[in-house]
């Protein structure tokens, strides 16, 4: 599965690597956790279209292997001097 974002909204695109029913979803708080951030940082990323979601009721699910591409796109080197 990859993540296509564009300017207001990501999109998820089945392909070879995994199918749907293989993917694995994680609920705000499970990924407030893992991120180390409160829910409301989640759900700015999720309503922003910097992290990918999908509804299911009321609430969001995140795949997981959004989040861990979230944060290896996000991550800051820093540089010695």
Partial sequence: M????GRF??????NAERPLS????????EVAAVMRVSKMTV???VHSG??????VG???RVPENAVHEYL???????ESA
């Avoid at 293989?22 to 708080?29: H, N, P």
């Avoid at 910097?50 to 509804?55: D, E, F, K, S, V």
């Fill in 9 to 14: 909204r990501c999109v998820m695109a089945a």
């Fill in 50 to 55: 910097h992290l990918p979601a999908i509804r």
């Fill in 43 to 45: 759900y700015r990323l």
């Fill in 22 to 29: 293989e993917v694995q979803f994680l609920t705000v708080a």
């Fill in 58 to 60: 009321r609430s969001f």
């Fill in 72 to 78: 290896r796109e996000s991550y800051v080197g820093v």
């Fill in 2 to 5: 990859s993540v296509m974002c």
